[in-house]
């Protein structure tokens, strides 16, 4: 070996060694600088800003299933990833949707990548809200609902009541504000086509029942409110009972027939049933109770009134049906029974006697309750026909009465006799504007002409155009006598109206008066006992103007006659207010205040003495009665 050579290169790696060992190493790779990783709940519509700073190129990144809850917002457009260049300062901003939830969605991690490395750096979640559903109900206020400007005024409700706004429906409006999509099911009697579906925010609809199904005692059920089909709420909802419904439609409330069986429609006889309509449901009942001699109803059904309900047909629960009443031919006396409509309510409860419940103790008088379902009949009698001679009229005195018609028949003594030959005079009363209404004549054989006199007994050139004429009908065997007062220019409102035979031979002649003042069906009822020493009080009859209107076609029953007592100073300086009245065998009062301020003192069997306390003007009125019958409407008047 050469030892120089060796030397020498022994010397190299030496020197190539010292060489080595004065580099230094190459430092590490910087670690990825990642944002504080952040956790927040988002509400609907939010945004999270981000601020990232990588010292790396970045990507930002959400999953992409759940894009359609959170995006990332890129130019103001949706994307799921993003791409940050290094060392760039940015924000990314991440939003969700503006859409409300009721249960939770999934949450979101947003990851960054760097280098190789993925970290979250935010996890964001969604808020929930609960459901609301309020419900509101129409105010319903003196049998309407109320509106104002056209709009149903609502008031919030826990429970819904349907109203019975007429003979055979139940109605409800109704307004709902919810925040959710809502269904509800209705119980079978809510009309099919109710808005059963609604959608977020308020909605209003009216609630119809359905004829076909409403329940016959009413009912209450529990309505669900479901999103799709989980139960949200619930609410009670609630419909009257149909039994108790009841509308008559009839002509009169009281059905006078002539002997032969002819109901009279204002005074007229018309040879018919009389009909009413009966809307009710299935087991109403209409029936006659006769009135004996003794002024008391029988124990049993009137024999001598036929009473017809049409069949029940159809489905549904209400009806109107028609309701026939006739009367059989009367060859006795006069007779009266009493027309009873009930709902069935009454007349189907377990053990209803009509004999027991309907009158008072002694049978003698219809009980205030059920007053309302209650029509009088009443029929002629043979004998009260067989008097009147050629003229009789359709009418009973009653009937005449009641309108201020008097119609009587003379004796043989009166003066026209020897005027025109004739035993049959008669005396024909008005004293109203409507009095002929119940004033119809029939003739016992037909007339062949009619001549009109005036009040000096002179005959009429132009009876047509006369203040008093006749209109005859049915073959000249029935006719009406009508006067017109306004069109009167001469002394009196007297006439006289003369019917002949074929021969000119006087039949009758009626002497026709037209006297406001006339008292019709006797003297007056009510007056003071003392008359010449009473003060401060005074006592008229009425029988027209509002006041008669007023309580006359209230407590009207056939002959009721109507007074206006007024005192004009406290009781204590009243003089001798003692009243004669009709005998009587109760009073009532026409309202529950009237009770509290006037008193009725009997004073014997046909006097009293009447009370008004109060230190203010009122008014009110006390009903006198006989058995059913109202004898007398007492106005009382405190005007101080």
């Not at 940015?90 to 969700?96: D, G, S, V």
């Not at 018919?272 to 309509?277: F, Q, T």
Request: proline letters at 4%; one cysteine or more.
């Amino acid at each position: 070996m050469n030892i120089k050579l060796f030397k020498g290169a022994m010397m190299a790696l030496l020197s190539f060694a010292l060489l080595s060992s004065c580099v230094e190493p190459e430092p590490p790779a910087p670690e990825p600088n990642f944002p504080t990783a952040i956790t927040q709940v988002m509400a609907a519509g939010d945004e999270v800003v981000l601020a990232v700073n990588p010292n790396y190129d970045a990507t930002i990144s959400l999953p992409a299933e759940l894009v359609s809850y959170y995006w990332i917002n890129v130019a103001g457009q949706p994307a799921y990833s993003y791409n940050v260049k290094a060392n760039t300062s940015f924000e990314i901003r991440i939003h969700t949707t503006d859409v409300d939830y009721f249960e939770a969605v999934p949450s979101c991690d947003v990851t960054m990548t760097m280098n190789g490395v993925s970290k979250v750096i935010a996890t964001l979640s969604r808020s929930t809200i609960e459901r609301s559903f309020t419900l509101y109900a129409a105010n319903y206020v003196d049998g309407a609902f109320v509106k104002e400007d056209g709009k149903y005024v609502y008031s919030k409700v826990e429970s819904l009541d349907l109203q019975q706004t007429s003979t055979t429906e139940f109605t409800l409006p109704v307004k709902v504000e919810s925040n959710f999509d809502w269904n509800i099911s209705y119980p079978e009697w809510i009309a099919s086509d109710a808005t059963s579906t609604g959608v977020a925010g308020t909605t209003e609809f009216v609630l119809v029942s359905n004829l076909i199904k409403l329940p016959l005692k009413g009912d209450s059920q529990k309505i669900k409110v479901q999103d799709g089909t989980q139960e949200i709420t619930s609410a009670n909802i609630t419909i009257g009972a149909i039994d108790g419904v009841l509308e008559v439609n009839i002509n009169e409330n009281n059905l006078n027939f002539n002997a032969e069986g002819a109901y009279k429609a204002m005074g007229d006889a018309i040879d018919s049933p009389v009909y009413a309509n009966m809307t009710s449901t299935q087991n109403a009942n209409a029936f006659a109770i006769g009135k004996s001699a003794d002024g008391w109803y029988e124990t049993s059904y009137a024999s001598w009134v036929t009473v017809t309900i049409d069949e029940w047909s159809g489905d549904d629960m209400i009806q109107t049906r028609l309701v026939e009443v006739k009367v059989a031919k009367n060859e006795g006396d006069a007779r009266e029974a009493l027309l009873f409509i009930l709902p069935e309510s009454i007349a189907n409860k377990e053990g209803f006697d009509p004999f027991i419940e309907l009158f008072n103790s002694d049978g003698t008088e219809v009980l205030p309750e059920y007053a309302q379902y209650a029509y009088a009949i009443s029929q002629d009698g043979v004998s009260s026909e067989t008097s009147w001679g050629y003229i009789t009229p359709s009418s009973t005195p009653e009937a005449m009465q009641e309108v201020g018609t008097s119609f009587v028949k003379e004796d043989a003594s009166h003066w026209l006799s020897s005027n025109f030959k004739s035993c049959d005079i008669y005396t024909l009363t008005y004293s109203k504007e409507w009095s002929y209404e119940e004033a119809e004549l029939q003739f016992s054989k037909p007339y062949d002409s009619v001549v009109i006199y005036n009040y000096d007994v002179a005959k009429v050139n132009s009876p047509e155009d006369y203040w008093v004429t006749f209109n005859g009908y049915a073959s000249n065997s029935k006719g009406r006598v009508y006067m017109d007062p306004d069109a009167c220019t001469e002394y009196g409102k007297e006439a006289f109206v003369e019917f002949r035979d074929a021969e000119g031979k006087s039949l009758a002649v009626i002497h026709c008066i037209y006297n406001e003042s006339a008292v019709i069906g006797g003297s007056a009822l009510v007056s003071f006992a003392f008359p010449d020493y009473v003060k401060n009080a005074t006592i008229e009859r009425v029988t027209e103007g509002d006041l008669f209107d007023q309580f006359y076609y209230e407590y009207n029953t056939g002959d009721t006659q109507v007074y206006q007592l007024t005192y004009t100073a406290p009781d204590a300086e009243v003089i001798m207010p003692l009243l004669n009245v009709p005998a009587f065998t109760n009073i009532i009062y026409h309202s529950d205040d009237d009770a509290q301020w006037l008193g009725c003192e009997q004073q014997g069997a046909t006097q009293v003495i009447i009370t008004m306390g109060g230190s203010t003007a009122k008014q009110g009125a006390i009903i006198f009665k006989d058995t059913w019958m109202n004898t007398v409407v007492l106005i009382c008047t405190l005007a101080l």
